[in-house]
């Protein structure tokens, strides 16, 4: 007997799949749609923009409502759902680590410009503690942030080569609108932000807003993490065939800055683990007993600080955008003035744990070794009384105690930049734009690194003294190290560029562009001569001996640099909504203060220039597509770079390096919507990037930088009668990495899962959830960048932030 099946007919199949079809497209069709259609003004020739899709380069943006999904805990943090960006942002509000793809980058954000509305908020990226994500604040006045790499971004506005992170602020329109919002969460997290615009006259139209915050913090040191606020506002008119918006906006913000904490290091690096009695996900070595430190400056100069003031904010940002069509011409103008403190008043962990009996043991070798404290003595010491600092009380031999620098700079940042370009159709659609750019700005510091503090290894640390028998002091009140780096410093730099664009769209489907960008740049300098005291003229006092203070005279410092960037690309259209993309440039980034200052104090005549003008090449090959079901946007990159230098601040001074890298990769968004309300959402890279130029790290991995990352987000939206519930999440995976240039100090890969819930209460009123690191794992973003080499046992290094839970409840009017 032959055995049959029954199947199905093909044309019920076939019809079912086309309904479950034609029913996902009916429901995505209007936000693709917006998608397909969105327009970006980052990087485009006009300052009307070009549509995303149509592009032929890479640019990830984001919505108000994206960002809000994404729960970023800073400015930094945004750059998560951007592939290719890897942002350690643990240190908290401020003081970010942010690496680009195939760019090397030892700490801070050298290869990454922040903008608002198109302009650069200080026109140089990165300087000795200061990033720029830390210049700017996040809340309900910015509608979309665009993030564009590498690209035609060598040629236009500061001539930023890796990333430029630009933020659109919120106009008024003809309707009225705003909100209000509530937010509270782990920390005691009290957030009230707030957003008004609309029409104020015939073609006038404003926008208010801002937030004031106070929280904890994750890791609770005992007083307010966060405290402070914002307020902006712009104003437009509309011309005739263009338009002017004025803005500003005042931040006064105070934000801790989190460093390493204790932790166990196995297995060569690749298995971290807690530290016993320390909690590495919320815990942190700050207390409110050493929140207001001293640091002893020299003979009879003695300051006080707040460590509560941490890496904050204290700014003015005024600026303008101008746009006209006249006699056929398109003219843009934009520009902004930026003044500011950028303090950081911080604590920076240094030796690994130890016991207490080990470090005084420690001491007392170091004190004898020493023969102007055993002469002062009269004696060499044989042992040693270590106590608390305050209530008094001897510190158990097998206390763990590590020690961390209080330290202080004062950072002064002032800037004026503007950006002028036309362009004019000449027929054939052939569109040639030019412009110029310049900036002025300056940073005016006063540092005092060092101010070692002992401690024990807990939660939330006693100071300790210790005082050996033959009179030696090696710690009074918790300090038992002296400022080793305390310069004062002015710095002042102008750039002028001029650019010149051809943008030619062949026919239907093909367009091509190119750029160029001649750059000049003169950045001077005044820094003080250091020398070394006795602030009390007690070698007894070992703890600040060998202070280090300006000497009373200074070096004088300058440098001027020229450089050519340019930008080639071409986009051909498969479809209407579909493209490839390919593109070349060479870029640059010039000299910075830093590198000026670290330069000019070794040798003044022959290193200063000796330093090279950083060069960067990339090219580029993707695919872009939109539709209901599915869209991708996907990039294989390939960057050789050239002179770049690096510093490393250890416990005993700063380490110099210049070499240079190649990388390459695949960077990918992709999004599909199988079903009606689901859309499922994956991002991330992989790449390859390794050094070379320097016969001491050649070959090595490029620090910091994870070889694979990727974010798996899914969303659901639950029509419930006529509102909603829209359920989220993120799975993410961060490779292992290196944490420096040597490849000795492993980081293992990390897994964190986000999830959010967004309620429609009404057409006015929604509730929002939303759990970051949900399933508590640990992983590190940095080793103890205070050391060089391996270690294992008990270390020092900064994991990332435990679960934490915010809610919020927005009201709409």
Do not use: C
């Amino acid at each position: 007997m032959k055995n049959t099946m029954q199947f199905p007919q093909p044309s019920a199949i076939a019809l079912a799949v086309l309904a479950l079809v034609a029913q996902s497209q009916a429901v995505a069709q209007d936000n693709v749609q917006k998608e397909i259609q969105q327009v970006v003004v980052t990087g485009t020739a006009s300052a009307s923009g070009t549509r995303k899709i149509d592009t032929s380069f890479s640019i990830t943006t984001a919505t108000e409502e994206q960002l809000k999904q994404a729960a970023p805990s800073s400015t930094a943090d945004v750059l998560k759902i951007v592939p290719g960006v890897y942002a350690e942002a643990t240190g908290g509000q401020s003081g970010a680590n942010i690496e680009v793809r195939g760019f090397p980058s030892g700490s801070d954000s050298p290869f990454v410009s922040v903008q608002m509305n198109g302009n650069p908020i200080f026109p140089v990226p990165v300087l000795s503690f200061f990033e720029g994500s830390s210049a700017f604040r996040l809340d309900d006045t910015i509608e979309r942030v665009e993030v564009l790499r590498g690209g035609p971004s060598t040629i236009y506005s500061s001539g930023q080569p890796g990333a430029t992170m630009n933020f659109i602020m919120k106009k008024g329109g003809d309707e009225p609108e705003g909100s209000l919002r509530f937010t509270t969460g782990t920390g005691s997290l009290r957030r009230f932000d707030g957003v008004y615009s609309g029409k104020i006259a015939d073609g006038w139209y404003g926008m208010i807003g801002g937030f004031y915050r106070t929280t904890n913090g994750v890791r609770d040191a005992g007083f307010p993490a966060d405290d402070g606020g914002q307020l902006s506002a712009s104003l437009t008119r509309k011309l005739d065939q263009g338009e002017l918006t004025v803005y500003a906006r005042s931040t006064s913000d105070k934000n801790a800055f989190y460093t390493g904490v204790p932790l166990i290091s196995s297995n060569n690096g690749h298995t971290i683990s807690s530290f016993p009695g320390f909690d590495p996900l919320r815990g942190t070595l700050m207390s409110n007993e050493m929140r207001n430190f001293t640091v002893e400056a020299g003979p009879g100069k003695t300051l006080t600080y707040d460590l509560g003031d941490g890496r904050g904010l204290s700014s003015n940002l005024v600026g303008a955008d101008f746009q006209q069509k006249l006699n056929g011409w398109d003219v843009s103008n934009k520009f902004n003035y930026f003044k500011g403190d950028l303090n950081t008043i911080a604590m920076f962990t240094g030796n690994n744990p130890l016991s207490a009996a080990d470090y005084v043991s420690q001491a007392i070798t170091s004190a004898n070794g020493n023969a102007a404290v055993v002469a002062a003595a009269g004696a060499p010491a044989t042992s040693g009384a270590i106590t608390y600092t305050n209530g008094g009380g001897t510190v158990a031999g097998n206390q763990q105690v590590v020690q961390a620098g209080l330290w202080a700079v004062e950072k002064k940042l002032r800037s004026f930049t503007d950006e002028f370009r036309v362009s004019k159709d000449i027929g054939n659609d052939n569109t040639i734009t030019a412009g110029a750019y310049i900036a002025n700005y300056s940073s005016h510091d006063v540092w005092y690194l060092g101010n070692s503090h002992l401690m024990t290894a807990t939660p939330n640390a006693r100071l300790i003294d210790v005082k050996l028998n033959n009179g030696a002091v090696v710690s009074r009140n918790g300090t038992d190290g002296n400022v080793f780096y305390a310069p004062i410093a002015s710095y002042d730099g102008r750039n002028t560029a001029v650019f010149i664009a051809d943008e030619w769209r062949i026919n239907d489907r093909i367009k091509v562009d190119a750029g160029m960008r001649h750059e000049k740049q003169h950045i001077s300098g005044s820094i003080s001569n250091l020398t070394s005291v006795d602030p009390d003229n007690n070698a007894l006092t070992v703890y600040n001996n060998g202070t280090s203070t300006p000497s009373g005279s200074f070096t004088g410092l300058s440098r001027d640099d020229t450089a050519n960037s340019f930008t080639a690309g071409g986009l051909y259209k498969l479809t209407k909504d579909s493209s490839v993309f390919m593109r070349a440039n060479q870029g640059h980034t010039f000299i910075y203060f830093d590198d000026l200052r670290n330069a000019g104090t070794q040798d003044v005549v022959n290193d200063r220039n000796r330093v090279p003008t950083p060069k960067v090449t990339q090219y580029e090959i993707g695919y872009k597509t939109a539709t209901p079901l599915y869209s991708a946007y996907v990039n294989a990159f390939f960057t050789d770079f050239t002179g770049i230098s690096f510093q490393q601040i250890t416990t005993s001074g700063v380490l110099y390096s210049v070499s240079g890298s190649h990388g390459k990769g695949v960077e990918f968004e992709l999004a599909l919507r199988p079903l009606k309300g689901l859309q499922l959402q994956l991002t991330g890279d992989w790449q390859d990037s390794t050094y070379k130029d320097n016969p001491t790290i050649a070959g090595n991995q490029v620090q910091r930088q994870p070889k694979f990352q990727y974010r798996f987000s899914p969303s659901y939206r639950l029509p419930i009668g006529d509102y909603a519930l829209r359920f989220y999440g993120t799975y993410s995976h961060i490779g292992a990495r290196w944490a420096d240039q040597q490849n000795t100090q492993y980081l293992p890969s990390y897994n964190t899962l986000d999830l959010g819930i967004l309620a429609e209460l009404s057409d006015k009123l929604e509730f929002r959830v939303t759990g970051t690191n949900v399933n508590n794992s640990l992983g590190l973003t940095e080793g103890n960048s205070r050391l060089v080499g391996a270690s294992t046992g008990p270390i020092n290094a900064r994991p990332i932030f435990g679960r934490a839970w915010e809610a919020s409840l927005t009201y709409r009017f």
